[in-house]
């Protein structure tokens, strides 16, 4: 034991995971259900940022977040490119905040983003 804790074995790190979903009022329309992304997910993301531009990565990470219902990276655009300014930013900031990626997102994100002060 550790003053941290109990060393794991690897086989929990390696484990499947069943991640909790949430459901995210889009305005005007009704509930999307996403799931958080995982980190071989938001590298790629960042990856194709760099490569295809933010457009394309945030289209990426909203048709591999979202589970109800499912859509394409291309459908994804065209709502994209349809919307009004603020209707996927809800969407965009509850994927990042379920995926600890943001200074509300869990335990995870705090232990990433300690308090400073």
Do not use: C
Not at 52 to 68: D, F, N, P, Q, R
Not at 89 to 98: A, G, V
């Amino acid at each position: 034991m550790t003053e941290k804790g109990e060393i794991l074995d690897k086989s929990a790190l390696l484990a499947a995971r069943d991640y909790d979903t949430a459901d995210v009022h889009i305005a005007g329309f009704g509930v999307v259900r996403i799931r958080p992304l995982t980190r071989a997910e938001v590298l790629n993301h960042g990856q194709q940022a760099e490569k295809k531009g933010v457009l394309h990565a945030e289209a990426m990470m909203i048709s591999t977040a979202i589970v109800e219902p499912s859509m394409t990276v291309d459908e994804v655009k065209r709502w994209q490119r349809i919307s009004a300014a603020g209707e996927i930013e809800p969407l965009t900031d509850e994927i990042m905040r379920i995926s600890a990626m943001t200074e509300d997102g869990g335990p995870e994100a705090t232990d990433r983003f300690p308090d400073e002060s």
